[in-house]
């Protein structure tokens, strides 16, 4: 026989076997039971969850010679069938390979027949969220009202791509991420059943890198067999896997809580230098981080730790300074965050590290963010501002969010007019206000955001397309997607009637469901701005769109020069040059004159 990989030898075959989903298994029990097995189900969760594996044993149980019963036998002549995949009346679909209208036509038609073994039919449509928008409409009269022997179960880890009206049409069930305790559990059990011997530890390890899935970690068991035969433990799970050893991330920690910034580049240097990514290190520095502060809050028993570790990293979170713990994690989860959007990680990972050894992360201001900042009685202005001055006191639009905060006045004078005391208290422009969690996607679904982003922008025409190559897709919010420019003149050219109606064309096609785009102002990874200009000063991004306009005047002439006597130059950055967006820009204007 064929060699068989762990996580297909090792498959359940009944409810019972399928750990971590009491939920889902206990109400397809009942309803098995009380004979009330609906027509259609929707199983959604990450990979490996055995979602496919719930469908195959609910096939099963209503197909078993001693049922439909709720703990199929597993022997007889049906459940050997549907469990080596050769049974005719149980159909697995690879919604992926088959998304388009004439493969659900197809099914349409097969769904009518009598079935040729079993008593019920089975349609397991996997990944159900590939099936175009033309197959979705297509499936919704038979997928509400099939025939009386015919049940459909629909698998997918992006539920969001499903649209509502086959939503509503079947029972939704979520399933779950294995616990630590389960997975270590599971891999203890496939150990033991195949003779092998693993070191506790390891076996931590590898249900920690899996991730809460099943599949996932009996992969990366078979990986670790197979590097070391005779037994698998901490230092061949580190050498597969890349990961870092706990001694190097408590050093880490050490030199953190010292703030001593040369033993933090020389660990660095010598874990890059033994093959560690600096994402996967950045990763792991939080992870371990996260431990410490679980252990200080006297939460490690929470934190499945084993007693020794929880000793250890409690004994180590006593020697970090109050509020470090804190501050670090979310300095590492915004760099976790910003990996994606820079090409130098390591630049990235040792800045961070840094700053949080520095002690930027852990600073918290004196008063709210709402509270003007105090200022001494020397810088005040003794007078107060005059309606001629009252202009002037307003905080124009290129104004950076750092400037100073308005001076506050103990007791407002009877003469001073009301009027030019609310100006002074200017608005807060958007690069002030706190830096938002944007919704990226969960990592368990398959392809990401800048994936999905790719795929819209393939479907745009050219004209639209260089407008949005170089915008950033920031996440979605309900109904709305939202992607971040640079310049405010690129949102305007986004919100003429056109452009906005493309890409809204090109998002539904993609997502599959309608999404309103709307462009926001969004500086990256981009260094801050210098602060304390002056109010007539003007931030780049207003400098640049002056100079596109001034380089595309409207007859088509030659560029005219800035007002300081030079040309304007073009934009280095990795967006569309200056050149590219003035005819673009140019273009715009004269279809809407036009």
Request: proline residues 8%.
């Amino acid at each position: 026989m064929a060699y068989l990989a762990l996580y297909r030898k090792y498959r359940p075959q009944t409810f019972d076997d399928i750990m971590g989903q009491d939920h889902v298994t206990r109400t397809l029990q009942n309803a098995i039971r009380r004979n009330r097995v609906a027509h259609a189900y929707l199983f959604c969760g990450p990979r490996g969850t055995a979602k496919t594996t719930t469908a195959r044993v609910l096939a099963k149980a209503m197909n078993c010679e001693h049922g439909p019963t709720p703990d199929p036998c597993d022997e007889c002549d049906a459940c050997i069938r549907i469990r080596d995949g050769h049974s005719l009346d149980v159909v697995e679909i690879d919604a992926a390979s088959n998304r388009g209208i004439d493969d659900i036509k197809l099914l349409r038609e097969q769904v009518g027949r009598a079935s040729a073994q079993e008593r019920t039919k089975f349609y397991i449509i996997d990944e159900v969220h590939q099936l175009s928008a033309d197959a979705f409409q297509a499936l919704l009269k038979t997928l509400e009202e099939p025939p009386p022997n015919v049940l459909f179960v629909l698998a997918t880890t992006e539920t969001h791509r499903v649209p509502k009206t086959i939503v509503s049409r079947c029972q939704r069930f979520d399933f779950r991420r294995g616990t630590m305790k389960d997975l270590t559990d599971r891999l203890r059990y496939v150990v033991d059943a195949e003779g092998m011997t693993a070191d506790p530890e390891a076996l931590t390890a590898i249900a920690r890198a899996s991730a809460g899935g099943w599949r996932d970690a009996l992969s990366l068991l078979e990986q670790m067999a197979a590097y070391s035969p005779e037994t698998v433990d901490l230092a061949a799970v580190n050498a597969v896997l890349g990961s870092v050893e706990e001694s190097a991330l408590s050093e880490l920690a050490d030199a953190l809580a010292e703030r001593d910034a040369a033993t933090l580049f020389r660990i660095i240097e010598r874990l890059v230098a033994e093959g560690k990514e600096p994402r996967l290190l950045l990763s792991s520095v939080g992870a371990y981080l996260r431990d410490l502060l679980w252990a200080q809050s006297g939460a490690g028993d929470a934190a499945q730790l084993s007693p020794e570790a929880a000793t250890r990293c409690r004994e180590q979170a006593e020697r970090m300074p109050p509020g470090l713990l804190m501050g670090a994690l979310e300095a590492i989860n915004r760099a976790e965050s910003q990996m994606r959007w820079v090409s130098d990680h390591r630049l990235l990972l040792e800045l961070t590290l840094l700053r949080i050894a520095s002690g930027h992360p852990v600073e918290t201001p004196a008063a709210p963010p709402s509270a003007p900042a105090p200022v001494t009685p020397s810088a005040r202005n003794p007078e107060p501002p005059t309606k001629a001055e009252a202009p002037r006191a307003k905080t124009p639009r290129s104004a950076p969010a750092t400037a100073p905060p308005p001076l506050a006045e103990e007791e407002p004078s009877a003469s001073a007019p009301a009027a030019p005391v609310r100006e002074a208290s200017a608005p807060v422009e958007p690069d002030s206000e706190p830096e938002e969690e944007f919704a990226h996607p969960d990592e368990s679904v398959e392809g990401g955001l800048e994936e999905l982003w790719e795929r819209v922008l393939g479907r745009l025409k050219p004209k639209v397309r260089g407008l949005l190559r170089g915008a950033t897709p920031l996440g979605i919010s309900g109904k709305m997607f939202r992607v971040g420019f640079r310049y405010k003149a690129h949102i305007e050219l986004l919100n003429q009637k056109e452009n906005k109606r493309e890409a809204e064309a090109a998002l539904q096609e993609v997502f599959g469901q309608p999404l309103l785009v709307k462009g926001e102002e969004w500086s990256g990874a981009a260094p801050p701005k210098e602060s304390g200009p002056s109010a007539d000063q003007a931030t780049a991004s207003d400098k640049l769109t002056d100079s596109t306009s001034r380089a595309a005047p409207k007859d088509g002439g030659a560029p005219r020069p800035s007002p300081g006597g030079k040309a304007a130059k073009p934009a280095d950055d990795d967006f569309i040059t200056e050149q590219e967006f003035a005819d673009l820009f140019h273009a715009e204007k004269i279809e809407g004159d036009d």
